[in-house]
Each structure stands twice: as C-alpha cells, then as structure tokens.
Nanobody, 126 residues
Framework: QVQLVESGGGLVQAGGSLRLSCAASGRTFSSYTMGWFRQAPGKEREFVATINWSGGRTAYADSVKGRFTISRDDIKNTVYLQMNTLEPEDTAVYYC???????????????????WGQGTQVTVSS
C-alpha cells in the first residue's frame, strides 16, 4: 500500500517562505510523476505543481509560477514544494499526490493521480 505523508505546513506572514515535504512509501517512487494540489475553504481542489519521474520536467499553475518550485529526491523518496513570496491567497490545505503509472509526464488534472496524502495546512497572514 502506498502512503504519502506531507509535512512542513504552518502559519507564515505574507512575503514569507515555507517548504513542504511529501515522503512516499514504496520502492518504485522514482517511476512516478508527482504533484501538489491545494484546497482553500469553500473552494475546489486545484492544481499547484507537478514533476515528472526524472525530475527533468515541471509545470506550475499560473498563480504560483515564479514563486513556487517543485523538486524531488528519489533517494529519500520525497517530493518538495518550496514556496516563496507567499500571499494570503495561498492559504489552503496542500496535498501531494502520485501520478498513475500509465500516464507519464507532467499532469495537472487531479484525476491523473491515484494516491493522495492527508494534507498539510498552510496559512498566510496579511
């Protein structure tokens, strides 16, 4: 059974930074696209960032482009989301997800992911 465990969330002032981590179980972590999504209160879950299996390709939502960076460490079975210049609009629960093996490459559709973490809260105060 695959498990994804997020950490690193918290309360930060606008303009600050946080780094989220997502530790994955399983021996074939390096074979999968990974993604970050977020859900704010009263809103639908939305795509944030994705990284392909090799780490050579990434994609971002327009709202975070230039501020957030996704990366992965296949030795540690961990994917990261470095978030800089945070804004109150970034407040949400952040989820990491593992892409379906049959769908390589970067993916922004939540339906292309089959395992999800429990989420970590990020709150940005103004």
């Amino acid at each position: 059974q695959v498990q994804l465990v997020e950490s690193g969330g918290g309360l930060v002032q606008a303009g600050g930074s946080l780094r989220l981590s997502c530790a994955a179980s399983g021996r074939t972590f390096s074979s999968y696209t990974m993604g970050w999504f977020r859900q704010a209160p009263g809103k639908e879950r939305e795509f944030v960032a994705t990284i392909n299996w090799s780490g050579g390709r990434t994609a971002y939502a327009d709202s975070v482009k230039g501020r957030f960076t996704i990366s992965r460490d296949d030795i540690k079975n961990t994917v990261y989301l470095q978030m800089n210049t945070l804004e109150p609009e970034d407040t949400a629960v952040y989820y990491c997800a593992r892409g379906r093996l049959s769908l390589p490459g970067t993916r922004s559709d939540a339906h292309d992911y089959d395992y999800w973490g429990q989420g970590t809260q990020v709150t940005v105060s103004s």
